[in-house]
């Protein structure tokens, strides 16, 4: 059993993202723009564009794309750091503060679709299990990287 676990999570996340892309296709978004946007509102306006990268698990460079269709589509604007110019903070537009509305009940009834049947006693102790696998990594790559 635990060796089919890494197998187990790579493939919950796959379906959970389907799910959610289901869920988002009537507000064409694609999986990359949905993700940029839950993680900003999750990570919270005024991040770099880095800490976002970092947030989401990708490379920067990977993100800007992303960005800059974002921002073509009046969703963020990037505004200059006050302590450090060089540095690009993320921010929602008011369009994209109302597109956000309509992402979070989408993702909200992915949410309840994944989770069926689960009891709210089950969903809270999935929550603690997956939180300390993230934490059990987080913690081995700190060490690996002092």
């Given at each position: 059993m635990e060796n089919n676990i890494g197998w187990h999570l790579s493939r919950a996340?796959?379906?959970?993202?389907?799910?959610?892309?289901?869920f988002m296709s009537d507000l064409n978004l694609?999986?990359?723009?949905?993700?940029?946007?839950?993680h900003l509102d999750r990570t919270g306006e005024g991040c770099s564009q880095k800490e976002l990268a970092e947030d989401i698990g990708v490379e920067q460079p990977s993100l800007l794309r992303t960005l800059n269709l974002l921002e073509?589509?009046?969703?963020i604007e990037r505004k200059p750091c006050a302590e450090d110019?060089?540095?690009?903070?993320?921010?929602?537009?008011?369009k994209g503060r109302q597109l956000m509305e309509a992402v979070e009940e989408r993702a909200k009834a992915a949410r309840l679709q994944m989770l069926n049947g689960f009891d709210e006693n089950e969903c809270k102790q999935l929550y603690l299990l997956l939180s300390?696998?993230?934490?059990?990594?987080?913690?081995?790559?700190?060490?690996?990287?002092q």
């Open positions: 996340a796959y379906a959970w993202r389907q799910a959610v892309d289901h694609t999986q990359t723009r949905w993700v940029a946007l839950l073509e589509a009046d969703l110019a060089r540095i690009k903070t993320l921010w929602f537009t008011p300390r696998v993230i934490d059990n990594a987080n913690n081995f790559f700190s060490k690996e990287v």
